[in-house]
Structure formats: structure tokens, C-alpha cells
């Protein structure tokens, strides 16, 4: 059976698609999660690809993330999914251990630079004298959504860590 490959997704399926590949990457790559989870690496590749509607099964969903615990975003299929319903996964990537200001400036600074690099990367159309946020393909607006869900997720901790500090 052939796959379509030119289909076109819906930003929340971007997004799905999006935080697959960024759950497969974490959990080792295609080839070891294909062997991990009992399916052919083509699959997986399927299940990851931003032109296809084939989407990760939810029992497959599971084992994916598992694979991915510890790793940055973890759990992302599930943050993903949860995000899609309007609602977010309590903890859902890993406590950072942030013992010092720095340590907290870097990921503030990391996470705006990945948002500035994915909304430059997505703006600047051939052609168009000026970058332009309505020009931006689905794929990329998915992208700079996913970096936007990260760095609000900094955010996120860092106002709770300021909020539960203890000041005496």
C-alpha cells in the first residue's frame, strides 16, 4: 500500500507530527525505536513526516515516550496530544535543576533563541521584501508554535520558582 506524501496537515497535526520526531530523536532515532516498538522503520519514518497522515497509534504513542523519559520534553507525544485538547501535562518535561541565576538565564535565552530562529527561518519567503507571519507555511507556524509551548514551559518554571521561593 502506498502512502500519500503530499498531504497537508492542520497546524494541530504539525504539531503531532512535530513532537513525534522530537519523541523518536530523544528515544534514539527511527531504526532503534522501529526495533524497540515492533515496527518497520519505514513506519516510524511515516509517523514522523510532516506530508503524511499515517499518525502514531496510541499504544505506540506510549512506548515512544518511555523510551524518551529523562530527555528534554519528555513526555512529547502526550504533551502534544494534551496541548491539541487544551490542556497541559503537570511536569511534563524534566525538572531542571536550576541552582544558580545563570542556569535559568541560559534557558531563557536558549528557548527565545530557538523561537527567533524558527520564526526568521519560517518568514523570510524568496520574493517578499519584507518577512511575514501570514505567508508562513502551516509546517512552519507548527514549528514556532512547538518553540513557543517550550519556552513558555521555562517560563512556566521559572514564575513557579519564584512564587514558591523561600524567602526567610
Not at 498531504?7 to 522530537?22: D, F, G, N, R, V
Not at 513506519?43 to 518511555?66: E, G, H, K, L, N
Not at 523510551?67 to 507525544?77: A, F, N, S, Y
Amino acid at each position: 500500500m502506498s502512502v500519500s506524501r503530499e498531504e497537508e496537515l492542520s497546524p494541530q497535526e504539525l504539531a503531532l507530527k512535530i513532537a513525534t520526531a522530537e519523541a523518536v530523536r530523544a528515544a534514539g532515532g527511527q531504526e532503534f525505536v522501529a526495533r524497540e516498538v515492533g515496527r518497520a522503520q519505514s513506519r516510524i519514518s511515516d509517523y514522523c513526516s510532516r506530508t503524511t497522515r499515517q499518525f502514531v497509534p496510541a499504544d505506540v504513542a506510549v512506548m515512544i515516550d518511555a523510551l524518551g523519559t529523562g530527555r528534554p520534553g519528555h513526555p512529547h507525544i502526550a504533551s502534544a496530544m494534551a496541548r491539541a485538547q487544551g490542556a497541559a501535562i503537570e511536569g511534563s518535561a524534566p525538572a531542571r535543576r536550576h541552582l544558580h541565576l545563570h542556569e535559568w538565564l541560559a534557558d531563557l535565552s536558549g528557548e527565545s533563541a530557538d523561537v527567533i530562529r524558527a520564526l526568521v527561518a519560517g518568514s523570510v519567503i524568496p520574493g517578499q521584501a519584507v518577512p511575514s507571519i501570514q505567508l508562513m507555511s502551516a509546517n512552519d507556524r507548527a514549528t514556532v508554535l512547538r518553540e513557543l509551548d517550550e519556552l513558555a514551559d521555562v517560563v512556566a518554571s521559572l514564575r513557579m520558582k519564584l512564587e514558591h521561593a523561600d524567602t526567610s
